[in-house]
């Protein structure tokens, strides 16, 4: 196995699945989009940005939400379906291998990047793009799989940085990143972010008519997500 996840755009394959999974399911509209939009606060009348947006299901909710919504993904599916659901956004296929040369410096008040951390080889430059696109007194809200949870289902080192490959449920083939919580906080310092606020996040109690054991172990067992608020550290 090599020590990158690599260009192929994974979730191609399964993009309108992922978004029959995500629009209402326990994990994505009850535990992960809440928290997120949480931290992202009051978005109306700011420019978001959008990173890994799927298929528009949180562009949906923050144009909803009064903001203008940028977004980018590196599935081309993806980008289709965030156009058809969200026709006043703007969507792009963009790897987050590559820099962000066509959004300029300082031009957006929030980047909201949600549970794709995980496939990105190198995490402190894209953290560098995303600090550099920041206007002054924005923030960057992202979400990742919680850490615990990804080493109860691997064990080994917790504090080994590695990739894993995994077969979901539905039978979706993922390669992706495990990395500690240490790892992601130092990932943030070094492209100069201060981290502003951490969640765990526990299903909305609505979820439990969904799913009721998947319900109860997400409110008990940190097995699920975790997202972050960090903000451009000011100090030169
Ligand atoms: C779990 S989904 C999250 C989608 C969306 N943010 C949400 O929460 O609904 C992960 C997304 O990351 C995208 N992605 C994975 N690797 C990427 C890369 N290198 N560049 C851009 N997008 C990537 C996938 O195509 C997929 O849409």
């Given at each position: 196995m090599t020590d990158m996840v690599g260009q192929?755009?994974?979730y191609e394959v399964f993009a309108d699945e992922f978004l029959d999974h995500a629009r209402?399911?326990?994990?994505?509209?009850?535990?992960?989009r809440p928290a997120c939009l949480d931290l992202l606060g009051d978005v109306a009348g700011r420019r978001v940005l959008d990173v890994?947006?799927?298929?528009?299901l949180y562009a949906a909710e923050l144009v909803a939400r009064g903001a203008t919504v940028i977004g980018l993904d590196h599935s081309p599916r993806m980008v289709e379906l965030a156009g058809h659901r969200v026709p006043a956004g703007e969507f792009r296929v963009h790897d987050?291998?590559?820099?962000?040369?066509w959004v300029p410096d300082a031009s957006v008040d929030l980047v909201l990047f949600a549970?794709?951390?995980?496939?990105?080889?190198?995490r402190v430059s894209l953290f560098r793009e995303l600090r550099r696109v920041l206007r002054p007194g924005g923030a960057l809200v992202f979400s990742r799989m919680h850490p615990t949870g990804d080493w109860l289902r691997h064990?080994?080192?917790?504090?080994d940085e590695r990739i894993v490959e995994e077969v979901w449920s539905k039978g979706w083939r993922v390669r992706y990143w495990l990395a500690p919580l240490e790892q992601t906080c130092e990932e943030l310092r070094a492209a100069g972010f201060l981290i502003e606020r951490l969640v765990e996040p526990r299903p909305r109690p609505e979820a439990a008519a969904i799913d009721r054991e998947g319900y109860e172990r997400l409110s008990r067992e940190p097995t699920g997500f975790l997202a972050i608020r960090a903000v451009p550290d000011p100090r030169p």
């Open positions: 192929e755009p994974q209402d399911g326990l994990y994505n509209a009850h535990c992960d890994a947006c799927g298929p528009g987050l291998a590559d820099p962000l040369d549970l794709a951390l995980e496939y990105v080889d190198d064990g080994g080192n917790y504090f």
